[in-house]
């Protein structure tokens, strides 16, 4: 077995609970009530499965590029453009879900408007997340490390 | 597909902000004020740590949406300048440039959040402050749907 193979498993893993976990928090915070400390850690939580999926994305990605991109392209092309999608989409993900943490962390008990902005985030975040597992868990279908 | 699924990502996130809207049940409203914890109450810190606290949470909501759309707009760019998507044009590029493009937009959204922070603490009624009322927060909120219905449809463009 790659360790190459090994990481994309793991980095896909990070994602799927990051997906899962940042819907708690947009569900919890929509009216704007104060969290207790463990909900906030809770939250931070998925804040940290997300970057960790990023980062063990960027990890892999430049073997990416040299390794499966082309044989990608040889197989199917719009699954290859699709890779681009989902890079521009986990940016996205990453930005608003880091956003929504810091805003619970920092908004005072009678902030309730912010926190339900956080609340947005966090559902965009998430909403967001599910996109890019889906996108990422399609392409490594057509073509991936292990193959 | 894609679009299917961005078009679903965007109306779920509108779903869950309209959910705001309902009313709490007394039951929850009694829950939540059980649950609530906070280890620094506004009531003990000083008016201008207070002040620091919403103007920096608005800064950090501000960062989310501004880093956003920053990369888009980066993304935007660069579709102008090399035109529409293309095999050939992926295939040449490195991975540096979405590094690049990443680094950047965090950074655009690290000032971005500056600029709000700096607006909201010199204003003397944030929008959306409990002074704000009803109408403020209703504000507040539709401006938010509204920066998400932005995003998506750019993301639309982008994809
Ligand atoms: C929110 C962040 C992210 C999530 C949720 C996510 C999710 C996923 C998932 C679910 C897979 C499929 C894994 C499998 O089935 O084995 C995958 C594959 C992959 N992801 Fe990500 N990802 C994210 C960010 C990134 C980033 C920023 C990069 C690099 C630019 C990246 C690079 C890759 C690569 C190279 C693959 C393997 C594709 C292939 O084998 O064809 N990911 N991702």
């Known amino acids: 077995m790659s360790a190459l193979a ?7 893993h990070f994602g799927v609970l990051a997906a899962a976990v940042l819907a708690h928090p947009a569900i919890r915070l929509r009216r704007g009530a104060p969290l207790s400390n463990g909900a906030r850690w809770a939250s931070s939580g998925a804040g940290l499965l997300v970057a960790a999926a990023f980062a063990t994305g960027l990890w892999i990605y430049p073997r990416y590029v040299a390794l499966v991109r082309p044989r990608l392209f040889g197989v199917s092309e719009r699954a290859a453009l699709l890779f681009e999608t989902k890079e521009h989409l986990a940016l996205m993900t990453v930005a608003t879900a880091l956003g929504a943490v810091a805003c619970v962390w920092l908004a005072r008990r009678e902030d309730r408007d912010l926190r339900r902005g956080a609340a947005l985030l966090f559902a965009l975040s998430s909403a967001l997340c599910l996109t890019v597992v889906a996108l990422g868990t399609y392409i490594a279908s057509v073509q991936t490390f292990a193959r | 597909m894609i679009h299917f699924l961005l078009a679903f990502g965007v109306l779920a996130a509108m779903g869950l902000a309209a959910l ?10 009694a829950r939540e004020a059980r649950d609530a914890h ?6 003990t810190a000083s008016a201008g740590e207070a002040g620091w606290r919403r103007s920096s949470a608005a800064g950090a909501l501000a960062f989310g949406l501004g880093a956003s759309a920053s990369y ?3 993304r935007a760019l660069e579709r102008v300048r090399d035109g529409a ?4 044009l992926v295939l040449r590029a490195s991975h540096v440039g979405f590094v690049w493009r ?3 937009a965090l950074w655009l959204g690290g000032l971005v959040a500056l600029v709000v922070q700096a607006l909201a603490a010199r204003s003397p009624a944030p929008l959306g402050a409990p002074s704000a009322g009803a109408t403020g927060e209703r504000r507040w ?3 938010t749907a509204l920066g ?4 998506g449809v750019a993301a639309w463009w982008l994809a």
């Open chain 2, 20 to 29: 705001a809207w309902l009313p709490a049940t007394p039951r929850r409203e």
């Open chain 2, 85 to 88: 998507l293309s095999p050939g």
């Open chain 2, 38 to 43: 906070d280890p620094a109450p506004t009531k």
């Open chain 2, 148 to 151: 998400v219905l932005v995003l």
């Open chain 2, 141 to 143: 909120h539709l401006a």
């Open chain 2, 102 to 104: 990443t680094a950047v």
């Open chain 1, 6 to 12: 090994l990481l994309e498993g793991v980095h896909g």
């Open chain 2, 72 to 74: 888009m707009l980066l």
